[in-house]
């Protein structure tokens, strides 16, 4: 009797799904890579020699567009956690779309920086920060884009709903991590500028 009772379990151990433990390791790391640029930029800032110049206002615009995307895509695992493949879909696609107007707007406001003679290699660590921080948000965008499009794709063969949501959770998780990390890129700018 009492050797069934040292071997009966203290509680019940709940377990990570271990596809979400990765991306968390995954957005962990990327924190990390942003973290690091964020203290070389004020290392780099306080030594002097920095060069002030204006935003483009369509950093402004890509930052209501990016929050935006965050709300269609929430409003698609809503819809995936109530069996609606309509919203789910219409969700999915309208996230692709803003998702690609923030990329598109992103490359202008960079046509912008260059017009008035801001430029990735132009001589001052100011430039090239803004390039560096705007460019890897960017290509993990993409990746996010490419992760919606498997998502769409998934939920066409009826591979998303409320029995399965470990993939569409994955993706809403990433994708609200994109929208945080660029208004923490664009506050960190403005505000360090």
């Known amino acids: 009797m009492m050797e069934a009772q040292m071997n009966a379990p203290i509680g019940k151990v709940r377990a990570m799904n271990p596809k979400i433990f990765g991306l968390w390791l995954f957005i962990i790391s990327i924190t990390m ?9 004020i290392v780099k800032q306080a030594e002097g020699n920095w060069r002030i110049f204006e935003f483009p206002d369509l950093f402004k615009v890509t930052s209501l567009i ?12 809503i819809a995936a956690k109530r069996n609606n493949l309509l919203q789910i879909r219409l969700g999915l696609v309208v996230t692709a779309i803003l998702g690609a107007a923030f990329m598109i707007g ?11 003679d801001v430029n ?3 001589g ?16 993990h965008l993409i990746g996010g884009v490419i992760f919606l499009a498997v998502m769409l794709k998934a939920s066409f063969s009826y591979k998303v709903h409320s029995k399965s949501l470990t993939k569409i959770e994955m993706c809403t998780t990433y994708w609200h991590f994109l929208g945080g990390l660029w208004l923490y890129l664009y506050l960190f700018l403005v505000l360090n500028n």
């Open 124 to 139: 001052n660590p100011a430039e090239s920060f803004v390039y560096v921080f705007t460019g890897l948000h960017v290509a």
């Open 106 to 116: 992103q490359f202008v406001a960079w046509n912008e920086l260059v017009s008035i």
């Open 33 to 41: 890579i942003f973290i690091s640029l964020s203290s070389a930029y």
């Open 66 to 77: 990016i929050v935006l995307s965050s709300v269609s895509m929430h409003w698609s695992y």
């Open 120 to 122: 990735f290699s132009g």
